[in-house]
């Protein structure tokens, strides 16, 4: 019997106590979300023990589970305690009851109806356990996915959210940026707000405000507020929408305009916070500011562009967060800005060093580290990467007293992998995050398939930790040998690139990939219903690592003398595949980038029928 995260006491005792159709779930306090949290138990209940409990108010009687507030506990901190007589589950607040409830929903799920005699007490090493979703490059997710993503968070005892946006989003007097997009409306904005809330999770606006702002400043409308010039004439590219489009912070119209989109934005968030994110500046005084640079510096201008947007922030009633890789150059300017300033400090090495960390809380600064679930650019997340990030910047958390983690989930070049495999990496982040207890790589995926996944064997988490080891020629080599041969990139640049061709590699790789396939296909037997989904996810994500290790082959041996038929052949198991993968992408998600995917898995379908492409269009 496993429990994620991992209580801090957990004591079993002798005897057990059997759910019946006289159980009842008792109220007994009066609490805004009471009856949320007692129905999640019974869904809970009605699917994995078979019974179906009233929920009432009032005194509680034998055999029946009780939800209670206590005075003398944390806001976050629960107990639980199970008898032969009956279940009391306590809270300090509301998420603390929330949070004995998920546990209970955990043990519910494993046990059946006939549950251990137990004393759990527990409460959160961090005050903040959050996750961050990238929103806008790639993939928009739907809103009843976002809701599905709330459920697992909640799940996992995390109780913050930020969603990653630079043009996904209805902004008035904007459709030049979003005209060609799928962006959330402020409705469903609202509606996730007020979902989150409810589960006791703090749904946190982020909006680019510096750099990575490639759709605002490529259009007409506002391309003369870009660092460089001629931002509206380039085409787009994966690659220079991540190094470029930076705003001039010398025009004052540029930091009015971005103020005027924090302002409309933030209207539609309950909470107090606002993440202005201001990081990856690349461009930042080579061009338009470039005379102010050389008068004051980079980093100088930098600071006081972030530093009037935290005024305005404050000035509106929001906390103000920044993300640090440019102030962890010069970690002592921290002190320039409002001392409300959260800096999220990021890193996702598995080998992070915590100098930054280090230096930061010697500067003074508040801060969130922030990990990653490390799935960009991968058809399959790097999940022992992950692991190794997590585990290490939650331990620098605690050893330098950070305000809390935040999780990190990606989306460049497209956001590729299937959102359900980031799962593995936030449950880590939830797991660490709230109890720092040293659980091994092996021993924590065992325990997600048998949580997450119902799978008695414990198997699949594994066998999903192996699928990225076989990827040789991976999409962000894909990418940028397109936009090299297409767009006139930079051609040293091929050198870089994953590119082998060693007949031996490419057939192990083919193998090693076809026989973790049958091993996640045995582990259906062992599943429930419901999460067998995920089995056709990673038959689609292994089919698009063998199709791109091929086509990756192909591209070195192109050169020599080719069938057309073997060509023609290559090209038709791409399209075949993408066709899956296009299925699935519009299960859970809205077009979104999925139309620049697209170009650049034809362009090498066409490649390899020796076809020639017309030329491409700037949007």
């Given at each position: 019997m496993y429990l994620i995260p991992e209580p801090k006491e957990k004591k079993e005792m002798e005897g057990g106590f059997a759910l019946s159709f006289k159980t009842r779930i008792v109220l007994k306090d009066e609490t805004e979300n009471g009856l949320l949290y007692a129905g999640m138990l019974k869904s809970c209940i009605e699917e994995w023990a078979g019974f179906s409990p009233d929920i009432v108010r009032g005194r509680e009687k034998e055999g029946d589970i009780c939800l209670k507030l206590c005075e003398g506990l944390k806001a976050e901190e629960y107990h639980i305690e199970i008898r032969g007589e009956g279940i009391l589950a306590e809270g300090g607040e509301e998420a603390g009851i929330l949070y004995a409830v998920s546990t209970l929903c955990q043990l519910i799920e494993q046990q059946g109806n006939c549950l251990p005699c137990m004393e759990i007490k527990d409460e959160p090493d961090m005050p903040v356990r959050g996750y961050y979703l990238d929103q806008t490059r790639g993939r928009v997710l739907k809103l009843e996915e976002l809701k599905k993503t709330v459920d697992r968070l909640c799940r996992y005892k995390m109780n913050q959210l930020q969603l990653y946006v630079e043009h996904t989003y209805l902004f008035q007097g904007l459709s030049e940026m979003w005209r060609d997009e799928t962006p959330l409306a402020a409705e469903e904005i609202l509606e996730l707000d007020d979902y989150c809330r409810r589960r006791h999770i703090e749904l946190v606006p982020s909006l680019a405000s510096f750099g990575h702002l490639y759709m605002l400043l490529s259009t007409k409308t506002c391309c003369g507020l870009c660092e460089l010039e001629n931002s509206e004439k380039q085409p787009f590219s994966f690659e220079d929408r991540m190094r470029h489009h930076t705003i001039n912070a010398a025009d004052?119209?540029?930091?009015?305009?971005?103020?005027?989109?924090?302002?409309?934005?933030?209207?539609?968030?309950?909470?107090?916070?606002?993440?202005?994110?201001?990081?990856?500046?690349?461009?930042?005084?080579?061009?338009?500011?470039?005379?102010?640079?050389?008068?004051?510096?980079?980093?100088?201008?930098?600071?006081?562009?972030?530093?009037?947007?935290?005024?305005?922030?404050?000035?509106?009633?929001?906390?103000?967060?920044?993300?640090?890789?440019?102030?962890?150059?010069?970690?002592?300017?921290?002190?320039?800005?409002?001392?409300?300033?959260?800096?999220?400090?990021?890193?996702?090495?598995?080998?992070?060093?915590?100098?930054?960390?280090?230096?930061?809380?010697?500067?003074?600064?508040?801060?969130?580290?922030?990990?990653?679930?490390?799935?960009?650019?991968?058809?399959?997340?790097?999940?022992?990467?992950?692991?190794?990030?997590?585990?290490?910047?939650?331990?620098?958390?605690?050893?330098?007293?950070?305000?809390?983690?935040?999780?990190?989930?990606?989306?460049?070049?497209?956001?590729?992998?299937?959102?359900?495999?980031?799962?593995?990496?936030?449950?880590?982040?939830?797991?660490?995050?709230?109890?720092?207890?040293?659980?091994?790589?092996?021993?924590?995926?065992?325990?997600?398939?048998?949580?997450?996944?119902?799978?008695?064997?414990?198997?699949?988490?594994?066998?999903?930790?192996?699928?990225?080891?076989?990827?040789?020629?991976?999409?962000?080599?894909?990418?940028?040998?397109?936009?090299?041969?297409?767009?006139?990139?930079?051609?040293?640049?091929?050198?870089?690139?994953?590119?082998?061709?060693?007949?031996?590699?490419?057939?192990?790789?083919?193998?090693?990939?076809?026989?973790?396939?049958?091993?996640?296909?045995?582990?259906?037997?062992?599943?429930?219903?419901?999460?067998?989904?995920?089995?056709?996810?990673?038959?689609?994500?292994?089919?698009?690592?063998?199709?791109?290790?091929?086509?990756?082959?192909?591209?070195?041996?192109?050169?020599?003398?080719?069938?057309?038929?073997?060509?023609?052949?290559?090209?038709?198991?791409?399209?075949?595949?993408?066709?899956?993968?296009?299925?699935?992408?519009?299960?859970?998600?809205?077009?979104?980038?999925?139309?620049?995917?697209?170009?650049?898995?034809?362009?090498?379908?066409?490649?390899?029928?020796?076809?020639?492409?017309?030329?491409?269009?700037?949007?």
């Open positions: 004052p119209k540029a930091l009015q305009l971005i103020k005027d989109m924090a302002k409309e934005y933030m209207s539609l968030f309950s909470s107090s916070k606002f993440n202005l994110c201001a990081d990856e500046t690349f461009d930042l005084g080579r061009g338009r500011s470039g005379k102010l640079a050389e008068e004051q510096g980079v980093h100088r201008m930098y600071v006081d562009y972030v530093k009037e947007l935290c005024s305005f922030l404050k000035e509106e009633g929001k906390q103000p967060m920044f993300w640090g890789d440019i102030i962890c150059g010069q970690p002592d300017l921290i002190r320039e800005l409002p001392e409300s300033v959260i800096c999220l400090n990021w890193g996702y090495a598995p080998d992070q060093s915590e100098e930054p960390c280090r230096a930061l809380a010697f500067a003074g600064a508040s801060q969130y580290l922030c990990p990653g679930v490390c799935g960009w650019n991968q058809w399959m997340n790097l999940l022992e990467d992950s692991y190794h990030n997590i585990v290490r910047m939650c331990s620098y958390g605690r050893k330098y007293h950070a305000m809390g983690i935040l999780n990190t989930d990606w989306g460049d070049f497209g956001h590729i992998n299937d959102p359900a495999f980031s799962v593995p990496g936030m449950i880590y982040g939830a797991a660490f995050s709230w109890n720092g207890e040293e659980i091994s790589f092996d021993e924590m995926n065992r325990r997600i398939s048998a949580v997450e996944y119902h799978d008695v064997s414990e198997a699949l988490t594994g066998c999903l930790a192996n699928i990225s080891k076989y990827s040789v020629f991976q999409w962000r080599d894909a990418v940028l040998y397109y936009e090299i041969l297409e767009l006139g990139e930079d051609r040293t640049k091929i050198s870089q690139l994953r590119l082998s061709d060693s007949r031996e590699i490419m057939e192990r790789s083919d193998r090693a990939l076809e026989n973790i396939a049958c091993k996640i296909k045995s582990c259906a037997k062992h599943m429930k219903g419901k999460e067998k989904g995920i089995l056709e996810k990673c038959d689609i994500a292994i089919e698009g690592i063998r199709v791109w290790n091929a086509a990756g082959s192909w591209l070195i041996k192109a050169a020599e003398q080719k069938s057309q038929e073997e060509g023609y052949a290559a090209a038709q198991r791409l399209e075949e595949w993408f066709m899956a993968y296009k299925k699935e992408w519009r299960k859970s998600s809205r077009e979104g980038d999925l139309n620049h995917i697209s170009e650049i898995v034809f362009w090498y379908a066409d490649k390899m029928r020796g076809r020639e492409r017309r030329n491409r269009k700037i949007r």
